[in-house]
């Protein structure tokens, strides 16, 4: 019976631990998955997307970069600066409890309950990707740096 409880605990606990992916969108809050921009200069803008994989984070950053490019009547983008930061959030999930209790009247008896979270599957791990970029219009300099807004919209999922 013990036992029965122990792994339906285990497997409850994983249960919650798993942190699933967002769709594309805005960030609602600065430690949530999604997008948020910050403009520095008329032409300049920080770009920042949280995803729970570098690759997803990278890939959105993009797309988002495009999208303020081409809100603000740019053609293509300058990556003039770029981080990424990995977050654990909340750091190590496993935990073990002990309780009791016991009563006295008509009838005597004793409780006693263990419990153990193991975080099993997922992660709440989250990545950034923050982009400094510059917008133009015209002709596209040269340049690995430089992107057409338009081409990274088709070539990226939203």
Same mark, same amino acid.
């Given at each position: 019976?013990?036992?029965?409880?122990?792994?339906?605990?285990?497997?409850?606990?994983?249960?919650?631990?798993? *942190?699933? #992916?967002?769709?594309? +969108?805005?960030?609602? &809050?600065?430690? !949530?998955? /999604?997008? @948020?921009?910050?403009?520095?200069?008329?032409?300049?803008?920080?770009?920042?997307?949280?995803?729970?994989?570098?690759?997803?984070?990278?890939?959105?950053?993009?797309?988002?970069?495009?999208?303020?490019?081409?809100?603000?009547?740019?053609?293509?983008?300058?990556?003039?600066?770029?981080? *990424?930061? #990995?977050?654990?959030? +909340?750091?190590?999930? &496993?935990?073990? !409890?002990? /309780?009791? @209790?016991?009563?006295?009247?008509?009838?005597?008896?004793?409780?006693?309950?263990?419990?153990?979270?193991?975080?099993?599957?997922?992660?709440?791990?989250?990545?950034?990707?923050?982009?400094?970029?510059?917008?133009?219009?015209?002709?596209?300099?040269?340049?690995?740096?430089?992107?057409?807004?338009?081409?990274?919209?088709?070539?990226?999922?939203?």
């Amino acid at each position: 019976m013990i036992r029965s409880i122990l792994i339906a605990g285990l497997l409850a606990s994983g249960a919650v631990a798993c *942190t699933t #992916a967002k769709p594309y +969108g805005p960030a609602s &809050s600065p430690s !949530s998955q /999604g997008f @948020s921009v910050q403009p520095i200069e008329s032409n300049r803008y920080r770009v920042s997307y949280t995803a729970l994989s570098p690759e997803q984070a990278r890939q959105y950053a993009l797309r988002r970069a495009a999208e303020v490019t081409l809100e603000n009547g740019g053609d293509w983008f300058r990556v003039v600066r770029g981080y *990424t930061d #990995a977050s654990r959030a +909340g750091g190590s999930r &496993s935990s073990v !409890s002990v /309780g009791g @209790s016991s009563s006295t009247g008509t009838y005597s008896g004793v409780g006693v309950g263990v419990g153990i979270g193991i975080p099993i599957g997922g992660s709440s791990e989250k990545v950034t990707e923050s982009l400094e970029i510059i917008s133009g219009s015209g002709t596209r300099p040269e340049g690995a740096d430089v992107y057409d807004a338009n081409s990274v919209l088709i070539n990226t999922a939203g």
